[in-house]
């Protein structure tokens, strides 16, 4: 079968790889780019721990085809950390022990990261309907929620006056 | 599978077209990537039309908002005034999935797919919103309503596809609303759910009323006949439990485990009568702003 040439930027590097027709993003990063931060859990949009961040929209990538993506620039876990500083979601996560088994972790940061980006003071409200397509099957999510919060908290201090 | 990514409406017309065996349009792929994979389908051909100029525009026209038919829902929601002009289709749009799928999401999608409790439906249809249609034989228009035939089953015919949908300007004094049943607040599928729209007067005397009900028959049900009932009335419990009354009746549920025909029929005479009185609300607010 003929392979499709697909030119993308992910987390800031431009890279090109060849697909088949029905491989999905998802398949490509883990695979053939060997970025297996991004996890896959039940391959159908219901779980998120696929979560990536593609033209600046939180999409599932089980759900794309890698073949759309030429031309795009694709954000996943794996740029998070700016080298070896931790992203103050990834540094709350390891202090609130948001985490048990991990598999759900890396969806649920790059989830995070988009909400805080929109919207650096949500409320608990709106933070548990905006992770609702995350599944996390160990924490009972209540740690989740109170890092994401915290690192909010300490974002908008972190930026001064620009967010109060 | 050939995939494709036309850059014009033509190329994408013969490629349909000239393909014997199945063929899909490819917008956010939250239905056509799931039922790939389960096996549920096995397309000869994936257009992808997201390339295609205009696609992803919404605009506001002379006739109300052209919504390109690869608009996700969070472009929707995000854009100034929508949510004011048709609060209704906002929140059906907005309740399609999570905030990942919302990144892919589409009206036409939704449509096209045509599931019995697709929730853009029912509110799309009140408020006789039309798609845009271009194929092989030129450009057509038709209302959304007339577009799902049966679970899965669309009126569009071959090589044709939907470029946008229309969402009408509306009289003064208007309104829309859409509420669904699910066990799960979030990331679930209606098991009933109900759209109206509503024209008031300044008087508050009702001058237009639509309801459609959502997962209650193999395509949405377009309850007939409200309009002249409730001609120049006020809203009071009187009508509302007639209005209540009339859409179960108007129901043909199916019996599975997430709800008999009894529950499905009663929870639609509910939830019409809430969104009513929600759209209600909203085009009575108007008048009181108008006012002011
Ligand atoms: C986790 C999850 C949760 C979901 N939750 C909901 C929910 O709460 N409510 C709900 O209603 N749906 C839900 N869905 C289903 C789906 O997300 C919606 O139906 C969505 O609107 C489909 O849009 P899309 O652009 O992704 O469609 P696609 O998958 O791209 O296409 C769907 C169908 O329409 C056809 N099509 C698409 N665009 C066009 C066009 N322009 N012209 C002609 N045909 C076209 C395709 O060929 C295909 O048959 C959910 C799906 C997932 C995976
Ligand atoms: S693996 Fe993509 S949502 Fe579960
Ligand atoms: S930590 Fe195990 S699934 Fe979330």
Known sequence: MKKLHVNVSVNKN?????????????????????????????????????????????????????????????DTIEGMAD?????????????????????????????????????????????????????????????????????????????????? | ???????????????????SGMTR?????????????????E??????????????????????????AAVSGSEFNNYPGLKDFTPGIAEAFDLIGSSQIQGRCTLAGNLCNASPAADTIPALSVSSCFAKIVGPNGFREDLVKNIPTAPG????????????????????????????????????????????????????????????????ASTVVHVDGLCDLVMDSKITDELLSKIAMICSSSCKPIDDKRGTIEFRSHVAGVLAKRAMILAHKRAGDKIEKIAR
């Open chain 2, 1 to 19: 599978m050939i995939f494709a990514k036309p850059s014009s409406e033509k190329e994408a017309i013969s490629l349909l077209n000239e393909t």
């Open chain 2, 43 to 68: 397309p000869e051909l994936i257009v992808d039309i997201k390339n295609i100029p205009g696609i992803k525009h919404i605009k506001a026209v002379s006739g109300g908002y052209e919504i390109g």
């Open chain 2, 25 to 41: 349009i490819l917008s956010g792929g939250t239905d056509v990537l799931v039922q790939m994979k389960s096996g549920a389908i």
């Open chain 2, 153 to 216: 089953k669309n009126s569009l015919k071959k090589g044709e596809f939907i470029k946008s949908i229309i969402i009408p300007n509306r009289p003064d004094y208007s309104s829309d609303s859409y509420i669904r049943f699910t066990p799960r607040s979030e990331m679930d599928i209606a098991v009933v759910s109900a759209a109206c729209f509503i024209t008031l007067d300044k008087n508050q005397l009702i001058k237009d009323l639509k309801i459609s009900l959502g997962a209650v």
């Open chain 1, 14 to 74: 431009e890279l090109e790889f060849l697909c088949n027709p029905e491989d999905t993003l998802l398949d490509v990063l883990r695979n053939d780019l060997q970025l297996t931060g991004t996890k896959e859990g039940c391959s159908t949009g219901d779980c998120g721990a696929c979560s990536v961040i593609l033209d600046k929209k939180l999409v599932c990538s089980c759900l794309v085809l890698a073949a759309e993506v030429d031309g795009s620039e694709i």
């Open chain 1, 83 to 164: 080298d070896n500083k931790l992203h103050p979601l990834q540094k709350k996560f390891l202090e609130h022990a948001a985490l048990q088994c991990g598999i759900c972790t890396p969806g649920i940061l790059v989830a995070a990261k988009a909400l805080l980006e929109k919207n650096l003071n949500p409320t608990e409200k709106e933070i548990r309907y905006w992770l609702a397509g995350n599944l996390c099957r160990c924490t009972g999510y209540d740690k989740i929620i109170r890092a994401v919060m915290d690192a909010a908290s300490e974002m908008r201090n972190e930026n001064g006056s620009n967010y109060s």
